[in-house]
């Protein structure tokens, strides 16, 4: 008998028929004499349509708190069908929202950060030997008030759970069968890892493999827990993420490509002591979760700062910007949304020379231009033309692993 | 300076228009310098969305915890758009489920009753110069699972919040303009009221004239919360309702008529002590609420015993039925699902001779058939065929009030 945490995403509850095949696998392992945890998404589109009828009512900038209460109701609505479902198939079943599951955030609407997980009526469901249906996505903050953990916050909320239960395997069911060296839908010759370490996860969720929240990831590292990525469709096993894997022979393990970032410009910037702190504070103060950061010389001893964020947090950035546009001296700033981010991960990676170089020869070979590079242990990433992004992805696939 | 509630249904707030126009008549009290409390239902057609979902995955009898927490995130997504919608037209608003506004209730799953108000963050919110947009139709037992108050509820949390802060005022706003002498919809020369008492009012709610649910009267009653019945479209006063009122000159005060009601008949009981408390017992079980009862004596001894249940119990009822099948001695049963039921009702009737004998003298003028009667010191019912409703409330009013 185990504890097993299960995670399932909108795609998976989006219809009856689709909940009830989410009940029949979670019902086969209860079955098993297993206690079970599920955690879920709002349903396929909901999230979405929400979000459609705040815009209505103020399409610049709803208040981030009624934001949160509005999409939590999207789980509230997959939890309490999913409990259906699985009580139709006769096994009991209770719905927890991520308050009654004990889910503490710290008090950032809209990209909170879970501070503890209380799972002493999860435990307490579970002794009476109830399926736990639990909202991903939400908790509550120290005002009483609900608070979303961002998209992707469902794979955070069901590691969470299996860090603080101390389960036994943390399931994330996706479309896809596991964790593949590059998307499958978009690359020919993808191929399906069995093993991979949380860092190499990490590198490959950072980067946009949207397999898994990187978040989420972060936390099973830091709690071991161990992670299987799976098919909610087929029966077959997934990848495994965990510390250590079995050495492959592969040295580039994934290639991933995020098409949704923003790359700002900020050119001419007067070279005065403490200029980057003024420009980064301002957006940190706005939460914008900056990636690659590149500085420059310029002309007549300016400086120009050039940066990567997150398309989704454009409204954040844009008021970030204005601020700091009247903060510091500068001749001109770009913000281009029409660029990507292409990397390849590989733990070893830095220890093999010649990878950089044989990146770039690949992206040479069919025209494309790079923007910006960024390196760290185990990754490159390339800035490039965001039209170039699915060439560029094939190319450097059928270079290193293809 | 006074403290108001308000209360908008989901009609009021089925969409982004409409949610403006509550956000403009709530701006407008609390730019005088009054706290305003909202109480709002789901938008629209959220809730028989929500409860088609539920029967996609059990037609028959989806667990009634699971239906609450389903049928609770209506108010979350209206709330969360008001608010915003208040905060568009530059007011501070902060909107708060039933359970953050403080309402404890019974653990009877779609039927929970109030236990109590605690109306400190509400309170609080109000002290920071908050709109507070409150969740009508839920709360939380002690278990601290989501219970909903059943349809009509978040009248009953509009007077409960009332009633435990004192408020000045609590105003009911509806698609019509007040309290008519009939449904103005149905019946020519309805005529509107300025002022009715908590009694009358209390009978026409109950009869079907879905002005008011019926138990936010009986509370309205019992804590003395002056309640207003207005137009949420014009800007005009509505009927006030209160203890005692200004005599009018009508003696029948209203004309209703309830279509949604079932008429079951136990025939031939053999007739032994406590026969009646074991069919209603089960009834009572099931929180199935039994209005009109009448107990005849059948051939050979037996009994029989009619009763009308609201048709929105039905499952319950059928339930109920099947175990009174079992436990007791009988003929026949059978469940008329065509019947409504017609009523008068006016203080002061049952010291006026006549009243009884007028009403059924104008349903025999256009050929209606009486199946039972039963009155009240300030009303009369009767129950006739469904299709002759309309006509009945017609002929009824014409006579009385017309």
Same mark, same amino acid.
């Given at each position: 008998?185990?504890?097993?945490?299960?995670?399932?995403?909108?795609?998976?509850?989006?219809?009856?028929? =689709?909940?009830? %095949?989410?009940?029949?696998?979670?019902?086969?392992?209860?079955?098993?004499?297993?206690?079970?945890?599920?955690?879920?998404?709002?349903?396929?589109?909901?999230?979405?349509?929400?979000?459609?009828? $705040?815009?209505?009512?103020?399409?610049?900038?709803?208040?981030?708190?009624?934001?949160?209460?509005?999409?939590?109701?999207?789980?509230?609505? #997959?939890?309490?069908?999913?409990?259906?479902?699985?009580?139709?198939?006769?096994?009991?079943?209770?719905?927890?929202?991520?308050?009654? !599951?004990?889910?503490?955030?710290?008090?950032?609407?809209?990209? !909170?950060?879970?501070? %503890?997980?209380?799972?002493?009526?999860?435990?307490?469901?579970?002794?009476?030997?109830?399926?736990?249906?639990?909202?991903?996505?939400?908790?509550? %903050?120290?005002?009483?008030?609900?608070?979303?953990?961002?998209?992707?916050?469902?794979?955070? #909320?069901?590691?969470?759970?299996?860090?603080?239960?101390?389960?036994?395997?943390?399931?994330?069911?996706?479309?896809?069968?596991?964790?593949?060296?590059?998307?499958?839908? =978009?690359?020919?010759?993808?191929?399906?890892?069995?093993?991979?370490?949380?860092?190499?996860?990490?590198?490959? $969720?950072?980067?946009?493999?949207?397999?898994?929240? %990187?978040?989420?990831?972060?936390?099973?590292?830091?709690? !071991?827990?161990?992670?299987?990525?799976?098919? #909610?469709?087929?029966?077959?096993?997934?990848?495994?993420?965990?510390?250590?894997?079995?050495?492959?022979?592969?040295?580039?393990?994934?290639? !991933?490509?995020? =098409?949704?970032?923003?790359?700002?410009?900020?050119?001419?910037?007067?070279?005065?002591?403490?200029?980057?702190?003024?420009?980064?504070?301002?957006?940190?103060?706005?939460?914008?979760?900056?990636?690659?950061?590149?500085?420059?010389?310029?002309?007549?001893?300016?400086?120009?700062?050039?940066?990567?964020?997150?398309?989704?947090?454009?409204?954040?950035?844009?008021?970030?910007?204005?601020?700091?546009?009247?903060?510091?001296?500068?001749?001109?700033?770009?913000?281009?949304?029409?660029?990507?981010?292409? #990397?390849?991960?590989?733990?070893?990676?830095?220890?093999?020379?010649?990878?950089?170089?044989?990146?770039?020869?690949?992206?040479?070979?069919?025209?494309?231009?790079?923007?910006?590079?960024?390196?760290?242990?185990?990754?490159?990433?390339?800035?490039?033309?965001?039209?170039?992004?699915?060439?560029?992805?094939?190319?450097?696939?059928?270079?290193?692993?293809?």
């Amino acid at each position: 008998m185990a504890l097993i945490v299960k995670k399932f995403g909108g795609s998976s509850v989006a219809d009856a028929n =689709k909940l009830f %095949n989410v009940a029949r696998i979670v019902t086969e392992d209860y079955k098993k004499g297993n206690d079970v945890v599920v955690v879920v998404s709002a349903q396929g589109d909901t999230t979405d349509d929400l979000i459609a009828k $705040a815009k209505e009512i103020n399409p610049d900038n709803p208040s981030k708190r009624e934001m949160d209460m509005l999409l939590a109701s999207g789980e509230q609505i #997959s939890i309490a069908l999913l409990a259906m479902a699985i009580e139709k198939l006769g096994c009991p079943a209770v719905s927890l929202l991520g308050w009654q !599951a004990g889910f503490s955030t710290d008090s950032k609407h809209s990209l !909170a950060r879970i501070k %503890n997980v209380n799972s002493e009526r999860i435990r307490a469901e579970l002794d009476k030997r109830n399926i736990v249906v639990v909202a991903g996505f939400q908790g509550l %903050n120290k005002y009483d008030d609900i608070t979303t953990l961002g998209r992707g916050g469902s794979d955070t #909320s069901a590691v969470a759970i299996a860090s603080s239960m101390h389960a036994d395997l943390c399931q994330i069911y996706t479309d896809v069968d596991g964790v593949y060296t590059a998307d499958p839908r =978009k690359v020919v010759g993808a191929k399906k890892m069995n093993e991979i370490t949380y860092d190499e996860m990490l590198e490959l $969720a950072t980067l946009g493999a949207q397999v898994l929240n %990187n978040r989420s990831v972060e936390m099973a590292k830091k709690y !071991a827990v161990e992670l299987e990525v799976l098919s #909610s469709l087929e029966n077959k096993p997934g990848t495994i993420v965990k510390e250590a894997v079995n050495m492959e022979k592969m040295l580039v393990k994934g290639v !991933a490509c995020d =098409k949704d970032i923003l790359l700002v410009s900020i050119i001419g910037l007067k070279d005065t002591p403490g200029i980057a702190f003024k420009v980064f504070n301002q957006l940190s103060r706005k939460n914008v979760n900056v990636d690659i950061i590149l500085q420059s010389v310029g002309r007549d001893g300016t400086k120009d700062i050039t940066f990567t964020v997150p398309k989704t947090q454009q409204a954040d950035v844009e008021e970030a910007l204005s601020i700091i546009k009247e903060k510091v001296d500068y001749e001109d700033m770009v913000i281009n949304d029409k660029t990507g981010k292409l #990397s390849i991960v590989g733990a070893g990676m830095e220890t093999h020379p010649g990878v950089a170089s044989k990146m770039f020869e690949a992206l040479a070979d069919v025209g494309i231009n790079i923007h910006m590079i960024a390196t760290s242990e185990i990754k490159i990433s390339v800035i490039i033309d965001v039209e170039d992004c699915q060439k560029g992805m094939q190319a450097v696939h059928d270079k290193f692993i293809g």
